[in-house]
């Protein structure tokens, strides 16, 4: 007998409805943070950009902290150091739980979003490298690589409502993994004095509140000052403290032990710790930090031409609005076809073409890499700022074009995606999954 052909799979294939119901969830809260985020960058460059400059740079510089433990920051640098330890604590939650206990566990699912995103690095990395080749400015080959998923949903709150849920997922899972290759590439590239004691010592903190949080233990006043102290070993280990939220998020169970009744028996506290430090991250850690990193002096129409034409600025503005689509596409392209898989009826190629230039909206993370490459307050740093909001600006604008084109198609699939004729309060079409 013939061997059945093989069954062939969705590139964006619909989420279980618990999947997707949480997922919703996120993306609502990322939304409103990203509007903070919009109104936070705003603000900063008002600020810089009005003849109250001086107030809003010496606010910056302004130096907090105890010196004893060499952590009297400015104000800047803990945003960057501490806040952000947040924004990646939240994403190992999230990363970890795709992996273990949502749908990506599955390899097949998994293999778009991941192979996507490390396109969408390899990519814009690729082409400002090509543009700075032997020039001063290659350091800085790892700033257009990164997606600000907030931005990128507070872009499709005005443009993208109808966007069906599988892109929407696509987006979220791309990003996450997005920032975990960045804190990989932060750890290893931007790491200049490695300081092996500290580190060491950071491993001590850290395996208590592994183990306590293994237990299920809750108590704040364990788990936060195990936590603080990981984050200071880290930082005085000279690798950058973010990397101390990632590995706190990784720490965290996802399903509950056996002797609490088996994984079946309901979620860990990954889900708990992400309810709680989620809004914290997008609405207060994040927004703070564009607050404090986005406020550049721009010097009118001749200074955005000269920070423009900087070798760095126009690598950074290619990878973003070019290599980040160029990447994408490529990738999924290649996993469509050489896993034979297809895309959901109703949606087109274009489609992954709208999704992958609204993903060169690069903001936190670019910035913060930058401020690592070429040093807080530099006139290149500066350049970087104005490339990267303005790249980031030409790819919001050209996702809004693409996604608006398709914008019947998107609200006829999410009209099919909310039909309940049964009203049990599941929409028929993930009943109806085989």
Do not use: C
Request: net charge positive; no cysteine.
């Amino acid at each position: 007998m013939s061997q059945p052909p093989p069954r062939r799979f969705s590139v964006f294939d619909r989420r279980s409805w618990p999947e997707t119901r949480r997922i919703a969830a996120i993306l609502r809260r990322e939304t409103i943070g990203g509007a903070l985020l919009l109104a936070a960058t705003v603000l900063a460059l008002a600020w810089a950009n009005s003849p109250w400059s001086e107030s809003y740079q010496s606010m910056l510089s302004y130096q907090v902290g105890p010196s004893w433990a060499h952590l009297n920051l400015t104000l800047a640098q803990w945003a960057a150091d501490g806040l952000l330890a947040i924004f990646f604590f939240v994403a190992g939650l999230e990363l970890k739980r795709e992996f273990v206990a949502g749908d990506l566990r599955d390899p097949r699912r998994a293999a778009v979003p991941v192979l996507a995103a490390v396109g969408g690095v390899a990519v814009p990395a690729m082409l400002y490298t090509l543009v700075n080749l032997g020039g001063d400015a290659a350091r800085g080959w790892a700033i257009p690589t990164a997606t600000d998923i907030a931005f990128a949903l507070a872009v499709l709150a005005v443009i993208g409502r109808h966007l069906p849920s599988a892109l929407r997922t696509f987006l979220l899972t791309l990003a996450v993994v997005d920032d975990l290759i960045a804190i990989v590439i932060i750890a290893v590239v931007y790491t200049r004095d490695l300081r092996v004691l500290p580190l060491l010592g950071a491993l001590v903190p850290l395996a208590v509140f592994t183990l306590l949080v293994q237990r299920r233990v809750r108590s704040w006043w364990l788990l936060l000052p195990l936590a603080a102290a990981t984050w200071t070993l880290v930082h005085a280990s000279g690798v950058h403290a973010t990397v101390a939220g990632v590995l706190l998020g990784f720490a965290v169970p996802v399903l509950r032990s056996k002797r609490a009744g088996g994984p079946d028996a309901g979620p860990g506290l990954a889900e708990h710790f992400e309810h709680r430090w989620r809004p914290l991250s997008a609405a207060v850690a994040v927004p703070v930090f564009a607050f404090f990193s986005a406020g550049v002096t721009i010097g009118g129409l001749n200074g955005l031409t000269d920070a423009l034409s900087d070798r760095a600025a126009v690598g950074i503005v290619i990878g973003l609005v070019v290599g980040k689509p160029l990447g994408i596409m490529t990738a999924t392209y290649l996993v469509a076809r050489f896993t034979r898989a297809t895309l959901d009826d109703g949606l087109a190629w274009v489609d992954v073409l709208g999704l992958a230039v609204l993903a060169g909206i690069g903001f936190t993370v670019s910035l913060l890499i930058g401020e690592l490459a070429f040093g807080t307050g530099s006139t290149r740093d500066d350049h970087v700022k104005i490339a990267v909001l303005t790249g980031s600006l030409l790819a919001a604008l050209l996702a809004a074009v693409a996604l608006r084109l398709r914008s019947r198609v998107y609200r006829r699939i999410q009209e099919a995606e909310t039909v309940d004729r049964d009203h049990d309060g599941i929409p028929d079409i993930y009943q109806d999954r085989a």
